[in-house]
């Protein structure tokens, strides 16, 4: 399976709502690599790293969010795989 990246802004009803930890889990559930925070503006970034079938999965699981989210939107830049992370991790500000 060919390797990717994914950079993604997510907008809509997004912050506080459990999104952060919400992503968390569906990466680590298809064992993807990166980050995911929020952003000053009310939208969450998230960056993924693995297999592109798995990061499809985990952008379609972030359009449902979770429960009190609304998502509006995803912006999705596919990037070069780099392989410069170990884990997956909520970052905070």
Same mark, same amino acid.
Request: overall charge negative; glycine content about 8%; some cysteine.
């Given at each position: 399976?060919?390797?990717?990246? +994914?950079?993604?802004?997510?907008?809509?009803? $997004? #912050?506080?709502?459990? @999104?952060?930890?919400?992503?968390?889990?569906?990466?680590?559930?298809?064992?993807?690599?990166?980050? $995911?925070?929020? $952003?000053?503006?009310?939208?969450?970034? +998230?960056? @993924?790293?693995?297999?592109?079938?798995?990061?499809?999965?985990?952008?379609? #699981?972030?359009?449902?969010?979770?429960? +009190?989210?609304? $998502?509006?939107?995803?912006?999705?830049?596919?990037?070069?795989? #780099?392989?410069?992370?170990?884990?997956?991790?909520?970052?905070?500000?």
């Amino acid at each position: 399976m060919p390797k990717a990246r +994914a950079h993604l802004l997510i907008s809509g009803r $997004v #912050q506080g709502v459990f @999104f952060r930890a919400f992503t968390e889990e569906v990466a680590l559930s298809y064992g993807l690599k990166g980050w $995911v925070r929020n $952003v000053p503006d009310g939208r969450v970034e +998230a960056l @993924f790293e693995g297999e592109k079938t798995a990061i499809e999965e985990a952008i379609r #699981q972030c359009y449902i969010g979770p429960p +009190a989210s609304k $998502v509006e939107n995803i912006d999705v830049k596919w990037e070069e795989f #780099q392989g410069e992370y170990n884990s997956f991790s909520i970052r905070y500000f």
